[in-house]
């Protein structure tokens, strides 16, 4: 059997020197931890429309990407994952837990994104964020 590979969509959406995060419910190893809005990219879908797509479905917002950060590669078990985050504008909406998977949704600060439980992948997102933000 071929390897997968996967293409996820990251919307890191920054607000008054908050970013938008939320805790994941999905029943899977990644149950519980916090995470920025986003998921796979579906066939003849480009990475921006994916991450507008998920905000919508995920926290009932609507956003517009603005800029790409670098793709994060990552192993998964049986094949490879490539995370694209994409800088995004709320353009409107107020957001809210609006599918199964997400539960509390919240606004958080440099000091407090570092300390959130996120998935390993998400580090040097993180870590790039912060360097921006300090600059």
Same mark, same amino acid.
Request: some cysteine; charged content about 25%.
């Given at each position: 059997?071929?390897?997968?590979?996967?293409?996820?969509?990251?919307?890191?959406?920054?607000?008054?020197?908050?970013?938008?995060?939320?805790?994941?419910?999905?029943?899977?190893?990644?149950?519980?931890?916090?995470?920025?809005?986003?998921?796979?990219?579906?066939? /003849? $879908?480009?990475?921006?429309? @994916?991450? !507008?797509?998920?905000?919508?479905?995920?926290?009932?917002? &609507?956003?517009? *990407?603005?800029?790409?950060?670098?793709?994060?590669?990552?192993?998964?078990?049986?094949?490879?994952?490539?995370?694209?985050?994409?800088?995004?504008?709320?353009?409107? /909406? $107020?957001?809210?837990?609006? @599918?199964? !998977?997400?539960?509390?949704?919240?606004?958080?600060?440099? &000091?407090?994104? *570092?300390?959130?439980?996120?998935?390993?992948?998400?580090?040097?997102?993180?870590?790039?964020?912060?360097?921006?933000?300090?600059?």
């Amino acid at each position: 059997m071929a390897a997968r590979h996967v293409i996820v969509a990251l919307a890191i959406i920054e607000r008054e020197g908050r970013w938008l995060v939320h805790r994941r419910l999905a029943t899977d190893e990644f149950h519980g931890l916090w995470e920025f809005p986003g998921g796979k990219v579906h066939d /003849g $879908e480009t990475i921006m429309d @994916a991450a !507008v797509r998920e905000c919508r479905e995920e926290l009932g917002i &609507v956003v517009a *990407p603005m800029s790409s950060l670098d793709v994060v590669p990552c192993q998964i078990s049986d094949g490879t994952l490539d995370i694209h985050p994409l800088r995004c504008r709320l353009v409107s /909406g $107020e957001p809210r837990p609006a @599918a199964p !998977v997400v539960g509390e949704v919240r606004w958080v600060d440099a &000091v407090q994104l *570092p300390s959130l439980a996120m998935p390993p992948a998400n580090a040097s997102i993180i870590a790039e964020l912060l360097r921006q933000h300090r600059a």
